[in-house]
């Protein structure tokens, strides 16, 4: 029998971790400068989406079972 979607629901929030900690921490560790959180964030996307492109380019379609990465993530 299916979990119900309330309660699997309620064990993804259990799991997601909490967003204002990461927020201060970010921020903490870029010394309350916005910014240079801002753009550090932007860079570290902008080489995990260079990963992603590189890892695709190496494997095979039968190693990932016809899944191709996304270099979106879908709106909230």
Excluded: F, N
């Excluded at 921020?27 to 801002?38: R, S, V, Y």
């Excluded at 964030?41 to 899944?67: F, I, N, P, T």
């Amino acid at each position: 029998m299916q979990p119900s979607l309330k309660s699997r629901q309620a064990r993804l929030d259990q799991m997601e971790p909490d967003d204002a900690w990461e927020v201060e921490a970010v921020l903490a560790w870029h010394d309350d400068d916005a910014k240079a959180a801002i753009r550090s964030l932007l860079d570290d996307c902008k080489h995990l989406r260079r990963q992603l492109a590189l890892a695709e380019c190496v494997m095979s379609r039968g190693m990932a079972r016809g899944w191709t990465p996304r270099y979106e993530r879908d709106a909230l």
